[in-house]
Nanobody, 120 residues
């Protein structure tokens, strides 16, 4: 059974930092693209960042460029999202996703989400 389990969410003040983790299990994720989406109340689910298996390609939403960094530890089947200079508009449930080709809203595998709340 494939599982993606996120952790690291919480409450932080504006300007602060959080680091999210997502560990995948249940199958091999070699050559899978892994990434993050977020869903804020009243808004559509939004792409945040993605990274290929080799790390040769990373992609970020414009809203997080320069503040968020995605990384992965392939040996641990884990990806991370370092979030710095957080803003209240970053408040959302953050979801980890994995797919053989692309990280989109129709990615093959999803985690349950972790709540990030940024207070002003």
């Amino acid at each position: 059974q494939v599982q993606l389990v996120e952790s690291g969410g919480g409450l932080v003040q504006a300007g602060g930092s959080l680091k999210l983790s997502c560990t995948a299990s249940g199958r091999t994720f070699v050559n899978y693209v892994m990434g993050w989406f977020r869903h804020a109340p009243g808004k559509e689910r939004e792409f945040v960042a993605a990274r290929t298996w080799s790390g040769s390609s990373t992609r970020y939403a414009d809203s997080v460029k320069g503040r968020f960094t995605i990384s992965r530890d392939n040996a641990k089947n884990t990806i991370y999202l370092q979030m710095n200079s957080l803003k209240p508009e970053d408040t959302a449930v953050y979801y980890c996703a994995a797919d053989p080709k692309y990280i989109t809203s129709t990615a093959a595998y999803w985690g349950q989400g972790t709540q990030v709340t940024v207070s002003s």
